[in-house]
């Protein structure tokens, strides 16, 4: 069974920092892209960060270049979002998703379209 779930989120003060995975399982998830994504309440579903298949290749939002850096861990079957200098507009759900149906995906755009397996989401609050 395919499945991907994500934990690390949290209450954390402006300035903090929080990691969050995402564990594959049912398949590799190095041979596809998995890409990061979050929303707030009342907003759209945005893209955050990408990596690639293979992980050759990443991509950020603007609004998190600089302050978040994705990554996988292949023994782990897992992908990591560290998410530094958090700020209070950095509060939502974030979710992450996999690629399961291009053979190769590079992260040129972070559009949730591209993406046809998700996880559950884990809350991140940023608030002193």
């Known amino acids: 069974q395919l499945k991907l779930v994500e934990s690390g989120g949290g209450l954390v003060q402006p300035g903090g920092s929080l990691r969050l995975s995402c564990a594959a399982s049912?398949?590799?998830?190095?041979?596809?892209?998995i890409g990061w994504f979050r929303q707030a309440p009342g907003k759209e579903r945005e893209g955050v960060s990408c990596?690639?298949?293979?992980?050759?290749?990443?991509n950020y939002a603007d609004s998190v270049k600089g302050r978040f850096t994705i990554s996988r861990d292949n023994t782990n079957n897992t992908v990591y979002l560290q998410m530094n200098s958090l700020r209070p507009e950095d509060t939502a759900i974030y979710y992450c998703?996999?690629?399961?149906?291009?053979?190769?995906?590079?992260?040129?755009?972070?559009?949730?379209?591209?993406?046809?397996?998700w996880g559950q989401g884990t809350q991140v609050t940023v608030s002193s």
């Open positions: 990596i690639s298949t293979r992980g050759g290749h990443t």
């Open positions: 998703a996999a690629d399961l149906f291009s053979a190769f995906r590079l992260c040129l755009t972070i559009l949730a379209g591209d993406f046809d397996s």
């Open positions: 049912g398949f590799t998830s190095d041979y596809y892209a």
